[in-house]
């Protein structure tokens, strides 16, 4: 029974949030990984992990999102398995956490905001000022990728990781994952 409750949420392990490292000179550093198991929006047992598209990104299939960093410095990272083997997907850090409603979890998290929602603009809506995550499936359904920037998320900006049909700056979104982003300085 233990194990049927947890089905829905994977691991998750905060290593250090502000602390200091060893010697005392060198900037505090930030690292987070959360993860989950995708169920569908309706499933008995919620999930942070909701699939809106089994057949992509199927029920019981698992995602992790690393985040690490320091003051004006971080990394995010995406593990996938169990997704469609070849599809390239999408994959975005957006401004609020995941619901029923695809649409719950906003736009982009924009590090320079467009001040027209939603962005289209490519001086806002592009790789350098968003976080984008796509990846391409192996032939055993993981993949995964990482973006790094210097500079970090605001405070309460960035709530979830969404992954969509199509690679780029939008497309159908198949699935999102609501991830405790947080600054890192």
């Known amino acids: 029974m233990v194990a049927g409750m947890l089905a829905g949420t994977l691991a998750v392990a905060v290593f250090a949030a502000g602390g200091g490292v060893a010697g005392g000179d060198e900037a505090p550093c930030y690292r987070q990984r959360v993860g989950a198991r995708f169920a569908p929006p309706t499933a008995f047992i919620p ?6 598209d089994q057949k992509l990104v199927p029920a019981g299939s698992s995602i992790e ?7 004006g410095d971080m990394a995010v ?3 996938v398995k169990g997704l469609k083997p070849g599809h390239a997907y ?3 850090v957006h401004q609020k956490p995941c619901g029923a409603d695809p649409a719950a979890a906003g ?3 924009q590090h320079r905001e467009d001040p027209v929602q939603p962005s289209k ?3 806002y809506a ?3 000022n968003e976080v984008w995550l796509d990846f391409t499936a192996n032939p055993d359904g993981s993949g995964g990728a990482s973006a790094r920037h210097g500079w970090e998320f605001r405070a309460g900006g960035a709530g979830s990781v969404v992954l969509h049909r199509e690679q780029g700056g939008a497309g159908d979104r ?3 994952f609501t991830v405790p982003f947080a600054p890192v300085g």
């Not at 999930?47 to 809106?52: F, P």
């Not at 999102?65 to 003051?71: D, L, N, T, Y």
């Open 47 to 52: 999930s942070s992990a909701i699939t809106y």
């Open 65 to 71: 999102v690393e985040q690490r960093g320091g003051p």
């Open 77 to 79: 990272t995406v593990r």
């Open 90 to 92: 999408g994959a975005h």
């Open 107 to 109: 736009g982009h998290y």
């Open 121 to 123: 603009d490519p001086a």
């Open 126 to 128: 592009n790789p350098e």
């Open 174 to 176: 198949v699935a999102c």
